[in-house]
């Protein structure tokens, strides 16, 4: 009041407030019920009344080094409608608040292209009537991703006997995936980027007749890597040994 400013916060009444020649501030209003605050203000002789937001805040973090989601958290003043959260300084999503409430979370995906392997800063602001307010405190983290797929068939130990019996490599990996590489003997083979973008599911057929499989020693070790995020290829998988032993006679057709 006076001549310098006060502060009315959107929970309080317009009669404890008194406006002066200063700047009077009404804090984290509710622009549904503080409609007739404001106008009280403007009619009381209030020429300078500004409304700001208050900055929530966002919950420390821990280092995630697997695919699994994360929650991003914190909290904010009552009568926040939503917040805008920043990824690395950028505009990510707006997350909608009940009136009330006063905290937030959102869940995330760590192999999102807006994250992967590296450092990443979380911010946020909070919005009230369309207008915004200053960022949050800032919330760091490392995300160290190591995402092995898994080989689900054949079985281990399996052997194939038959030169017609192509043999069908499948198993899972993290439905971001963008590839999975098969090796044979702990030499790259082949790759697939057939990745059920649901299940993570994976198969790489193969010809039992090659010589890779038939030759000497056997058994032949399968295994895979993944592909994630910006590129990064994945630990190796469980592995999987195979025995070929083809009887493969001719025929006589005449």
Same mark, same amino acid.
């Given at each position: 009041g006076g001549n310098g400013e006060d502060t009315l916060f959107g929970d309080e009444g317009?009669?404890? $407030?008194?406006?002066?020649t200063g700047t009077d501030t009404?804090?984290? =209003?509710? @622009?549904?019920?503080?409609?007739?605050?404001?106008?009280?203000?403007?009619?009381?002789?209030?020429? *300078?009344?500004?409304?700001?937001?208050s900055p929530p805040t966002i919950d420390d973090l821990e280092d995630v080094t697997d695919c699994d989601d994360f929650i991003v958290s914190g909290t904010t003043?009552?009568?926040?409608?939503?917040?805008?959260?920043?990824?690395?300084? *950028?505009?990510?999503? *707006? +997350?909608?608040?009940?009136l009330g409430?006063?905290? =937030?979370?959102?869940?995330?995906d760590p192999t999102i292209p807006e994250l992967g392997n590296g450092d990443h800063t979380f911010t946020a602001k909070a919005i009230i009537g369309g207008e915004e307010s200053d960022f949050s405190n800032e919330v760091t983290i490392n995300i160290d991703l190591d995402c092995p797929p898994t080989i689900d068939a @054949?079985? *281990?130990?399996?052997? $194939?006997?038959?030169?017609?019996e192509f043999i069908t490599v499948s198993g899972t990996a993290d439905p971001a995936a963008t590839e999975v590489n098969l090796y044979i003997d702990d030499?790259?083979?082949?790759?697939?980027?057939?990745?059920?973008?649901?299940?993570?599911? =994976?198969?790489?057929?193969?010809? @039992?007749?090659?010589?890779?499989l038939t030759n000497d020693p056997q058994p032949h070790k399968l295994?895979?890597?993944? +592909?994630?995020?910006q590129g990064?290829?994945?630990?190796?998988s469980n592995e999987v040994t195979i025995n070929i032993d083809l009887d493969c006679p001719p025929t006589i057709d005449a």
């Open positions: 317009a009669d404890t $407030f008194n406006c002066g009404v804090k984290d =209003w509710d @622009p549904n019920e503080d409609t007739q605050t404001l106008a009280q203000l403007a009619a009381a002789g209030c020429e *300078n009344v500004e409304t700001i937001v003043g009552s009568t926040t409608e939503s917040i805008d959260l920043y990824i690395d300084g *950028n505009f990510f999503t *707006n +997350i909608p608040l009940t409430e006063t905290t =937030w979370s959102i869940t995330l @054949p079985a *281990n130990g399996d052997t $194939f006997t038959d030169c017609d030499v790259f083979f082949t790759s697939t980027t057939d990745i059920d973008d649901t299940t993570g599911a =994976w198969s790489i057929t193969l010809d @039992p007749t090659l010589t890779v295994t895979a890597t993944a +592909i994630i995020g990064d290829e994945s630990s190796i």
